[in-house]
């Protein structure tokens, strides 16, 4: 029906579509943001396996997580702070050589005695997926149990159960 050359429509018809075009556009949207909230959960899944996965510690006493290599963690000088017995008894270590443990595998260790300074010279590598460390002077091997690494302490258990706190210089 035409009045002047225009059509005229039922007054329903306008809102009949956009009834329609509104319920296609929420149906079009709720699976789209049912898909972005799939997408974001998954995405955060994977990020917390391979964050958790590939650096969650492995020593007895931490860290709980660290973004640091093991390698970076330990390739500093250290001073020995004190050695714990197997029965627990705790002494303080007052005049401790300085253990410097290089990136590249090297050590070296420095102490001083009646003013005299000695250094040896010798090797160092993880071993057993890195949860000990291989300590090697003149061809002579000790591995210590790694029971704590963080960028400023280092623990080693050794064979007789003592454990040696070090603390970064």
């Known amino acids: 029906m035409t009045k002047n050359g225009r059509k005229i ?43 958790f996965g590939s650096t969650s510690c492995k020593y007895e006493d931490g860290p709980a997580l660290s973004l640091r290599t093991k390698t970076s963690r330990i390739a500093r000088e250290w001073n020995i702070e004190k050695y714990v017995d197997a029965n627990g008894i705790e002494t303080t270590e007052t005049n401790s050589p300085v253990y410097e443990f290089e990136k590249d ?20 590598e993880f071993v057993d997926s890195k949860k000990s460390i291989k300590i090697t002077f003149d061809g002579d091997s000790e591995t210590e149990e790694i029971l704590r690494l963080t960028s400023k302490e280092l623990w080693l258990k050794y064979s007789d159960g003592e454990v040696t706190h070090f603390k970064a210089k």
């Open 9 to 51: 429509i039922n007054a329903t018809e306008p809102q009949k579509r956009h009834k329609k075009l509104l319920t296609w556009s929420t149906k079009i949207l709720t699976k789209k943001t049912n898909k972005m909230k799939t997408l974001k959960f998954t995405t955060l899944l994977l990020a917390l396996a391979i964050v």
């Open 105 to 124: 595998g090297n050590l070296k260790v420095t102490y001083t005695y009646l003013g005299t300074t000695t250094s040896f010279d010798g090797k160092w």
